[in-house]
Every structure is written in C-alpha cells, then in structure tokens.
C-alpha cells in the first residue's frame, strides 16, 4: 500500500457523499465496513450503509461535506472541516431547515477500502430542526 492510499480512498469516500452516490460509496466500503456517528451509534455492514446512506440522502438531500486538513498515518486518516445539509423530509428545501456544523472524521483504510468511518460532529442543530433533542 503506497503511503497516499488512504488518502486518496477518503477524498474519493468524501466525493462520494457530496455527490449523495450510494452505489460509489459503497464500492468504497468493505464488506464488513462500520460506520460509527457521533452518539456513539454503529451500523455494521456494506449493505446496512446502502440502506442508511440512502435514507439520510432522503432526509438531507443537499448534504455535504468539505475538509479544510486531512492527515494519515499508515492505514489511519483524520480529516477536519464541516458539514452541512437541509432537512427535507418531504423534499422540500427549506430555508429555515438548513443547518451547518464544524466536523471530523476518523477513517480505517484497508486494502483501498473503507473499513471503518467515525463521525465527530456537533450534530445539534440537526436535531433540532428534526425535532430530535435527546440522544
């Protein structure tokens, strides 16, 4: 594995979702990929992120991602910047549900796969314009 591997894997994960590409995040995943938010919550699986992601598309479907710094130390990288969405659960997209926060991930590279995908965020305002104030 050359030493840009990772990162390059995870711009091409950061791609993926700004471009709300399931199929393209998933072909980025491991089959025994995890995806850990930040509550603490886990999915497990290729297959139950094709699920999540494309629900979360549906609940947000102007998400985005951008990353201001991106660091790796061998099959570990961590990128920090923001993100960024409007609630729209029925498609509508509100002004008023629009929503920004400053972000980092933490992401396990193996074999040019995605094997681990942790979010730090402050996701509260989120929450809040969903109507989802406790954990």
Known sequence: ???????AVVL???EAINSRNVDRLCALM????????ALGNKVQGRESMRKA??????????????????FS???LVA?????????APKGNLVKE???????????VVEGGL????????????ARKIMGVLNP
């Open 30 to 37: 491991s089959e025994d990929h995890v995806f850990v938010d």
């Open 79 to 87: 990128a920090f910047g923001s993100a960024e969405g409007t609630y």
């Open 53 to 70: 992601w494309t629900g979360y598309f549906q609940w947000f479907p102007d998400y985005r991602v951008s990353h201001e710094e991106i």
């Open 12 to 14: 091409a994960f950061l």
């Open 114 to 125: 995605v094997k681990e995908w942790r979010v730090y965020a402050d996701n509260q305002a």
């Open 97 to 107: 549900n629009r929503w920004n926060a400053p972000a980092a991930w933490k992401a």
């Open 73 to 75: 130390d061998g099959k």
């Open 1 to 7: 594995m050359r030493n840009d591997e990772p990162i």
